[in-house]
Structures are given as structure tokens and as C-alpha cells.
């Protein structure tokens, strides 16, 4: 037996060794047992070069900030220098980091040896706290509002985004914001810089308030708050003219306006008469006709008249404090005037405003103010005149009632009915001044630049249509035709006024309607295309642009500036227009004025004008023959003028349904165009001879 001693201090001394040779029995009976353990170990080391001989080395890479874990799942895999080796097969892939979302992934290794794999894991929302100066101010992300300032840890994703605030009377402020997200908070504070200007105010005399719009800004001397752009501010004062003031603000450029002084404020005198519509000077200066309210000069006394042809005029003066409002009614005395009227034949009736007064020549006072005149008899042609008598001096009228021509008078018919049914009026300009100005003088306002003075004499007779064609004489010439309809309102009704037809269709139509009634047309054609007129022709036609004007205007010796008078806008529904309830149609509307109706209304719906025409200056425009043009400012006197034979635009006379301002509303307006509208259509003309 050995001791540790000896057992250290020996050395590993090999073995007798001997090979086996194929005589070795091996085992024998009742030897020693085998042993298993190299067997396992050699079947296990086999297994594992199996393993490695047949795996594949795949690289995880994971795009994050922060430390990942890798969990793989499926089959066996080896970690090996950070790569993993796997057998071809599907596998689940699990990464997590923190402040990042979980993130799995199914693989599938092929029969490549080295195979990567790349996983970007999509952070968590950052977490955001927003405050301003001032507090309250919305906040949006990219135009998508989160809520008002201050806001604490909303959630945000990560990522880069444009952010605003805004905030009443402050400037909008837009800025980048950059969210890191990974569940990190971040802090965001803005000031908003004002969106107003201190603007310095005083008056002679002070007090006076500081307006803009209807809101009190405060009482001079002031400074006073103005958000930016143009503005208009108004300075008040009792007795004293209201200042309005045109001011730039840009933010944060305060300005000084100084002292600013204030216009006693002007009388107001409310004037009527009897009779209605007098003229009226103040120290010599004509102001209107009564009813009207006039502005005067405080403290200051004035020379007032009221005249009217026909009556005494009335003088006085009146002084007015400032401020001061009063009414003062003037009653005009009535003067007689002498007119000695010498008639042949003698048994002709003379009829004065329409009634008669008797047979033959006679002396009649009458009022001193235009009358009326007709000398009537059977089979001889009525002679029209007016006349103003004068006080204290005797006129004289002389009337010889042709008969040279009464058998070619007596057949022109004061009327005419056309096949379809339509009325048309007789009128002879030579017997109620055919000799007139057309056009409008440069200082009325509205005045355009084609509407150029220049005189005009009518002497042929001729026939208008009362109204304007409707859609249903219009469709006997073209079935098909559609006038439409607009924001759900119908144009197309029969009784409204055809429109959306273009010159070339209304002049057709005058052809069409002188064929069915055998008449000499007035319009030539080539190809279907109007390309000419004979004036000599008493078919239909389009009415001269002299003819409208000279129906639509001239009231025997004065020209009508608008339909319904000379004043503007109207009260009382007269025509049809651009009303309160056309709004949402046209845009523009007549502010106040009601007239029944949103777009066109049946014709005729209205009182005729002074000549029984009906819509002359309303409901729709209309074409007349004449091809546009712009008249010399210094030409001569025009008779009967039809203008040229052809011509690329036509003219256009009247308002229309759309129209409100007091340009369009004027009878002197001129519009011109060749294709239909909406609210453009047309009255039939001829001539009597």
C-alpha cells in the first residue's frame, strides 16, 4: 500500500499495452463487464458535429436605441459570437427594448450558410407638455387640433411634425417639433407675440368716443387697442360730425394720430310741399325735389326756395343749430296761365291731361305747368303736343288736323295684335318729340363711358310690343327651347320672359313671325345666318336702340333717368330687380327693396311706364337691333338711325332681375354682347309705314 506521499511524489507510468488481434476472443464468460459511457459520449459528441456540420449562422440585427433581448423560438439554436446557429426550419423570432413596442417576427432559414436578419422596432409615443404665455392657446399638430395650453403628457408619436398655436388677438406662431417618442417626456413653451398695435388719440374739443364698427374702443384722449390691418375708425360726438378715420395697424407698431378736430355737426331740415316734388335751391344751390331731407351749415342763415312750374315759389330762410333737426311743409300757390288754342277743322275735339273740353278754337286758363294736348276728330290724324302755359302771358297754339293723308292714316291702327297674340302700340314720335338727346351727361352718377350725348330724331312711326316674348310665343317658333333655371327658380315658366336666346335667335324669330303673317321681312339671311336688314320693310324687327331710348326716356319735354323717376334707390316694387330675396341668386341686391319675385317674374307684372310699356328698365334686358358701337362726342343729329347692317355685338338696353346697382338701373345704360343669358330677352318692333 502506498502512502500520499509516495502516491505524489510517483509519476504516470504508462501501461503494458498490447493490440488486439484477430485472435482476441474478447470478452470471455464470467470476465469483466462492458462499459457504456463512451458509447453515450461518442453518440452525443456525434450528434453535436451532426449539428454543426448541418447548421446554418444567421445574424440578428436589431435598429434600436437601447439594449435588446432576443427570445427565439421553434427549434434548437446555439448562440455563437453573436450569431445563432439553427437547422434549416421556421422559427419565431421575440426582440424587446426598452421604450420601444415588442416586436416578433416569424423566420424561415434556407440552405444558405450565413443568412441575416434586420428588425427596426417602432418606438413609443413620446410624452409631450405644451405651455404658452398667455395661457389658453389651441394647439394642432399638423392642422389636427390637441386642445389648449397648458397640456400635460400627451401622448405624441415619434416623429417630425409642423406644430401651431393660436390664440385670440395674438399672432399665429408655427414652429418644427421633433418627437423622440420611447415613452420620453418633453417640454414645449411658447410666448405669442400681440396681434394689435397701441394707436394714441385725442380730439378738439375731447370726449369723443372712439369707435370701431359698433364697439366702443373709448373717449378721446385715449390710447386705444387695435388688432392688425385696415381699419376704420369712427370719432363721435353730440353736435359735432362723426370723423371716420382710415388706419393701417401692423402688430406692435403703435401710433401717435395726433389731435384731431371735429366739424360741427350740419342741421338736418326735413322738407315737403304741396304739390310733391318741387324743386328746392338753398343760396342758389339746387338740392333735390320735396319730399327731402336736406343738410345744412349750423349756425349759419340760409336762403330757401321752393318752385315748381306752374306755381309762386315760396322763399325764406332758415338757421339751424348744430345738430338740430326740423321739418318745414311749404304750400305752393297755383298760377293760371292764358293759352288761346286756334283749331281747324272746327268741329275738332280738344282734350286737355286726357279730358275733353270742347269742340273748335277757344281760350282756356290753365295751370302753369306741362300739359297734355290732343286734337282729335274722326278720319283725321290726332295732333299731340305739350305745352306749358306761362302767367301773365298769352300763348298761342295753332292745330291744322291733316287730311291730305287720312285714308293711309286710318288704316294705321293705333294697335296691332300679332298671330301669337302678342299687343303691339303705335307711337309717332314727329306729333311728341322725336327730336331728343340720347346718352347721359358726364356728372350723373353711374354715367359709363358709352353713354355718350348725342341727338337723335325719330320721324318714322312705329310699333312696339307691350311686353317682353315669353317663353311660350318664343317655343311656337323653337318647341325645343329651354330657358332653364337657377338654384332651383324656373326661367322656363310660360308666361315668363324667354331669355338665353342670342341676337341671332331673336332676329329669326321676327322673320319667322313676319312670314306666318305675310309681311316684308326686315332681315336678310344667308345660310340661316342674319347678315343684314332692309329698312324700308315693315316686318318684325328688333327695336332701334333710338326707338327704346326714346320710349323707355323721353316724358314729353324732360328724359326719365329711371323708370319709376329721378331718384334712387326706389321704395315702392316698380320693376323687377336684384331684391332682399334674390341674395343667394345674384350676390348684389338692392338693399330694402322688395319686389315679389327671386328671378323673373310673368311679364307685365308691374305698372307700365308712362308709354304702356310694360318691364321697359326691369325684369330682364333686352336686345335691340343696333350693332354696338360708341357714339362721336361731337356728331351730328342722327335720324332715325338703325346703325350698321352687321357687326360681331349688339346692343343691350334695360336692367334685368340681377341687377341693383344704380349704373345698371339708369334707362341711358348701355351693355352690349352677341350670346344669351339668363336674364336677357326681347320685345317685337315695325314700322307702321
Known amino acids: 500500500m502506498t502512502t500520499p506521499e509516495q502516491s505524489t511524489n510517483a509519476g504516470i507510468a504508462p501501461s503494458a499495452f498490447e493490440p488486439l488481434t484477430d485472435k482476441d476472443p474478447g470478452p470471455q464468460p464470467g470476465g469483466k463487464s462492458w462499459r457504456p459511457i463512451p458509447i453515450i459520449t461518442g453518440v452525443i459528441f456525434v450528434a453535436i458535429m451532426a449539428f454543426l456540420l448541418s447548421a446554418k449562422s444567421l445574424e440578428i440585427k436589431v435598429v434600436a436605441v437601447s439594449e435588446s433581448q432576443i427570445d427565439i423560438s421553434g427549434g434548437l439554436y446555439l448562440p455563437f459570437g453573436g450569431r445563432y446557429l439553427m437547422r434549416k426550419g421556421a422559427y419565431q423570432v421575440i426582440v424587446e427594448a426598452p421604450g420601444y413596442y415588442p416586436m416578433t417576427s416569424d423566420i424561415l432559414i434556407n440552405a444558405e450558410d450565413s443568412?441575416?436578419?434586420?428588425?427596426?422596432?417602432?418606438?413609443?409615443?413620446?410624452?409631450?407638455?405644451?405651455?404658452?404665455?398667455?395661457?389658453?392657446?389651441?394647439?394642432a399638430i399638423d392642422g389636427e387640433v390637441l386642445g389648449q395650453t397648458p397640456l400635460e403628457n400627451q401622448s405624441v408619436p415619434a416623429g417630425d411634425y409642423t406644430l401651431q398655436f393660436a390664440a385670440e388677438r395674438y399672432l399665429p406662431l408655427e414652429q418644427p417639433l421633433s418627437v423622440a417618442g420611447r415613452d420620453l417626456q418633453q417640454g414645449i413653451e411658447v410666448a405669442l407675440s400681440p396681434a394689435w398695435a397701441n394707436i394714441t388719440i385725442d380730439t378738439h374739443p375731447t370726449g369723443a368716443s372712439i369707435l370701431l364698427g359698433e364697439e366702443l374702443l373709448g373717449t378721446s384722449p385715449a390710447v386705444v387697442e387695435v388688432l392688425r390691418g385696415e381699419h376704420q375708425l369712427t370719432l363721435q360726438k353730440n353736435g359735432f360730425a362723426a370723423r371716420p378715420i382710415e388706419i393701417l395697424v401692423n402688430a406692435g407698431e403703435h401710433q401717435d394720430l395726433g389731435t384731431l378736430d371735429l366739424t360741427p355737426a350740419s342741421g338736418v331740415l326735413q322738407l315737403s310741399s304741396t304739390p310733391a316734388g318741387s324743386n328746392v335751391t338753398i343760396d342758389g344751390e339746387f338740392r333735390g325735389k320735396t319730399p327731402l331731407t336736406l343738410e345744412v351749415t349750423p349756425d349759419t342763415s340760409h336762403r330757401i326756395s321752393v318752385f315748381k312750374p306752374g306755381y309762386r315759389a315760396h322763399n325764406s330762410t332758415i338757421e339751424l343749430a348744430a345738430g338740430e333737426n326740423t321739418s318745414t311743409a311749404v304750400t305752393l300757390t297755383a298760377q293760371l296761365g292764358e293759352v288761346r288754342f286756334n283749331i281747324q277743322p272746327g268741329n275738332a275735339i280738344l282734350r286737355i291731361?286726357?279730358?275733353?273740353?270742347?269742340?273748335?278754337?277757344?281760350?282756356?286758363?290753365?295751370?302753369?305747368?306741362?300739359?297734355?294736348?290732343e286734337v282729335v276728330l274722326e278720319g283725321y290724324a290726332t295732333v299731340r303736343k305739350r305745352i306749358t302755359p306761362r302767367a301773365g302771358l298769352q300763348q298761342v297754339v295753332?292745330?291744322?288736323?291733316?287730311?291730305?293723308?287720312?285714308?293711309?292714316?286710318?288704316?294705321i291702327k293705333p294697335e296691332v295684335t300679332t298671330a301669337l297674340g302678342q299687343t303691339l302700340l303705335l307711337f309717332n314720335p314727329v306729333e311728341r318729340d322725336g327730336d331728343f338727346t340720347m346718352g347721359a351727361s358726364r356728372r350723373e352718377s353711374g354715367r359709363r363711358a358709352n353713354e355718350v350725348l348725342h341727338p337723335v330724331s325719330l320721324t318714322r312711326m312705329f310699333y312696339l310690343q307691350t311686353t317682353e316674348v315669353t317663353n311660350a310665343q318664343f317655343r311656337q317658333f323653337m318647341a325645343s327651347h329651354n330657358s332653364g333655371q337657377i338654384e332651383g327658380n324656373s326661367l322656363n315658366r310660360e308666361h315668363q320672359p324667354a331669355v338665353q336666346i342670342s341676337w341671332q335667335q331673336a332676329a329669326q324669330f321676327c322673320n319667322w313671325l313676319s312670314r306666318r303673317e305675310r309681311l316684308p321681312l326686315f332681315y336678310q339671311q344667308t345660310n340661316g345666318i342674319v347678315t343684314g336688314y332692309n329698312p324700308n320693310a315693315t316686318g318684325y324687327r328688333l327695336p332701334s336702340e333710338a326707338e327704346w331710348a326714346w320710349a323707355a326716356r323721353v316724358d314729353g319735354t324732360s328724359l326719365r333717368k329711371f323708370p319709376w323717376g329721378d331718384k334712387f334707390p326706389p321704395t315702392d316694387p316698380?320693376?323687377?330687380?336684384?331684391?332682399?330675396?334674390s341674395g343667394y341668386v345674384t350676390g348684389v341686391i338692392l338693399n330694402g327693396y322688395n319686389d315679389g319675385h327671386v328671378v323673373t317674374a310673368t311679364v307685365a307684372s308691374y305698372a307700365p311706364n308712362h308709354n304702356r310699356l310694360y318691364d321697359v328698365g326691369g325684369n330682364v334686358a333686352e336686345w335691340v337691333h343696333d350693332v354696338y358701337t360708341i357714339p362721336p362726342a361731337n356728331g351730328g343729329t342722327k335720324t332715325?338711325?338703325?346703325?350698321?347692317?352687321s357687326g360681331d355685338n349688339y346692343v343691350v338696353r334695360g336692367a334685368s332681375w340681377t341687377q341693383s346697382k344704380i349704373s345698371e338701373l339708369r334707362l341711358s345704360h348701355r351693355d352690349y354682347g352677341q350670346a344669351g343669358r339668363d336674364d336677357l330677352g326681347f320685345r317685337l318692333a315695325r314700322y307702321a309705314e
Open 640 to 645: 332715325d338711325p338703325l346703325g350698321a347692317q
Open 574 to 581: 316698380v320693376e323687377n330687380y336684384a331684391d332682399n330675396t
Open 115 to 139: 443568412q441575416t436578419l434586420e428588425l427596426t422596432l417602432q418606438p413609443l409615443p413620446g410624452r409631450i407638455t405644451f405651455s404658452s404665455q398667455p395661457p389658453g392657446a389651441v394647439i
Open 353 to 373: 291731361n286726357g279730358r275733353p273740353r270742347g269742340n273748335g278754337s277757344q281760350t282756356l286758363s290753365l295751370p302753369a305747368f306741362e300739359q297734355s294736348i
Open 398 to 411: 295753332n292745330v291744322s288736323l291733316q287730311t291730305e293723308r287720312e285714308s293711309k292714316l286710318a288704316r
